[in-house]
């Protein structure tokens, strides 16, 4: 991806091996994302890097009928997922009936190519056992 | 700082809706000269000049640009990079530049032309990098994406329906269909924005605004100097700006935004309540974020916006009359300047101009614009001088 630096190459080192990677303060310990060079909360330095659960739960989502670019095959369902550990992102929600999709649905992480994009964290639903 | 002494004294707005014959600048500057011969003034009066920059057509030194095509040569240039709240931050920038001694009579000029010079190419580019560029765009969001998230989350909070949010294109329509200037007038029903073609569910394409070419300027200046001048004139009376985030995904509260901020520092300045408000100009970019201002401006109460914009209030003949041009739903939204006309209008209903949809009373008009993705806001009050 183009003009990644650094700090987000770790981020994306994490997505290579399958692992969705956030950082923690060490200072206040809250977690963000994205990834920062200052925490937000404290504007400390001192952050580490740490795998999250990849589990998470459904903000809000929308169906996109008309896609960005012919890169993205509509439809196809945006979602800002909220992660265990107390963070957002956006992703895309990944093999699921658009129709059943809701509004605080579990999900949990699988790394997968959207668009023309390298593997990206996107999210299923978890099938209750 | 009291802003009352920064009075409105010139409006113009260029030919609107599909402008084939000329291209972003050129209507820049027939809004810049517009709206100066409007005041009154000669070119050379004028010492400053702000502009928002064209995405069609983006140029570096964009004020500087438009102040040269002109032939003026103002001591004060200012060039705002984005779209949506800038509109009125303009305003702003342009009273603190007569406050403070850069500039005596200022002119706030904002044109472009997306619907007529924009290329496919160009238009997949602007969309594709709003995002952020990590960890937003590689899941090719959309802008109306961007703003259904955020209708999805009212409906899951409040039980809005889409029905409701398809009230604000009614109520558009409702106002279009007086206004000759307005690029779509059909008047709409609940059903038709219903029935329209799908863009990012729950949002339809008549839930979203529409894409223009036109232009259009204002001039300030000092109240004392307003006194000499042609038009009686409009004063701003409050100001106030809030920004919460710029991505939606580092949004806390996709439903409560910075208007809630932004309006309560307009309102203080002024000195008055949201009922004080007769006219409301409001940044109807999607239907959401028409409805959520209206929430968070403090016309109704939070989570009330779909029921409010059901009941009618907002159309001609209600108890707030929002956007009676057509707003960007409608009249004319040729990307960054969008809000420009909601000001305009306001002007035109203060001088008694609005023809059949002419406000009885009008003391006190409400602007409020904002870019991003509901990221950051501006509202403006205007009043009459004394």
Redesign the interface.
């Known amino acids: 991806m183009a003009g990644v630096d650094q700090l987000n190459q770790v981020y994306f080192d994490g997505v290579a091996d399958g692992q969705l990677r956030i950082q923690q303060c060490k200072d206040c310990a809250a977690y963000q994302f994205y990834p920062r060079v200052i925490c937000k909360h404290c504007s400390s330095e001192h952050l580490s890097w740490t795998a999250a659960s990849g589990r998470g739960q459904v903000a809000s989502f929308t169906v996109v009928r008309r896609g960005v670019s012919a890169a993205f095959e509509a439809p196809y369902v945006i979602a800002l997922i909220d992660l265990e550990e107390g963070v957002r992102m956006m992703s895309h929600l990944v093999d699921v009936d658009p129709e059943q999709v809701v509004t605080g649905m579990a999900v949990t992480v699988l790394f997968r190519s959207v668009g023309e994009a390298d593997p990206q964290p996107v999210f299923t639903p978890v099938v209750a056992s | 700082m009291d802003l009352s002494n920064i009075a409105i004294v010139g409006s113009f707005e260029t030919d609107l809706g599909v402008v084939t014959d000329r291209g972003p600048m050129a209507l820049g500057v027939q809004a810049t000269l517009g709206a100066i011969a409007d005041a009154g003034l000669k070119p050379s009066a004028i010492d400053g000049l702000i502009t928002c920059n064209s995405l069609v057509t983006p140029i570096m030194y964009h004020a500087e640009a438009t102040a040269e095509y002109c032939g003026l040569t103002p001591g004060h240039c200012l060039s705002v990079g984005t779209g949506g709240g800038t509109t009125y931050t303009a305003l702003r920038y342009a009273a603190a530049a007569i406050q403070t001694g850069l500039a005596s009579t200022v002119v706030v000029s904002m044109a472009d032309s997306m619907r007529s010079f924009m290329t496919r190419d160009r238009a ?1 580019a602007v ?2 990098s709003s ?6 765009q ?5 802008v ?2 961007y703003y ?6 009212h409906m ?1 909070t409040f039980g809005t329906t889409e029905a409701q949010f398809a009230e604000a294109m009614v109520s558009s329509r409702a106002w279009a269909h007086q206004n000759p200037t307005a690029q779509y007038r059909e008047r709409v029903t609940v059903d038709d924005v219903l029935a329209s ?7 339809k394409l008549l839930d979203c605004s529409i894409v223009s070419d036109g232009g259009a300027a204002v001039v300030l200046t000092t109240l004392e100097r307003a006194r000499d001048l042609p038009h009686a004139p409009i004063v701003l009376k409050g100001y106030g700006e809030g920004h919460h985030y710029e991505h ?3 949004a806390t509260d ?1 439903t409560q935004s910075a208007a809630a901020d932004s309006g309560k520092a307009a309102f203080e300045q002024a000195g008055i309540q949201p009922t004080d408000i007769d006219l409301a100009q409001l940044y109807d970019c999607f239907s959401p974020a028409l409805l959520i201002q209206l929430e968070d401006l403090g016309f109704c109460e939070k989570g009330a916006g779909g029921a409010f914009l059901a009941s009618g209030a907002t159309q001609p003949g209600g108890k707030l009359p929002v956007n009676t041009h057509g707003g960007m739903l409608s009249h004319c939204h040729p990307g960054n300047p969008g809000a420009i006309f909601g000001l305009t209008e306001a002007i035109r209903q203060y001088r008694g101009e609005a023809k059949e949809r002419q406000l009885p009373h009008l003391e006190h008009t409400l602007l409020h614009a904002q870019g991003g993705i509901m990221s950051s806001h501006a509202t403006v009050v205007l009043g009459r001088a004394n």
């Open positions: 997949m969309q594709s995002g952020h560029p990590h960890f937003e590689p899941y090719g969001p959309t109306p994406a259904a998230l955020i209708a999805r989350a899951d073609k799908p863009i990012a569910d729950p949002l939606i995904s580092q996709l």
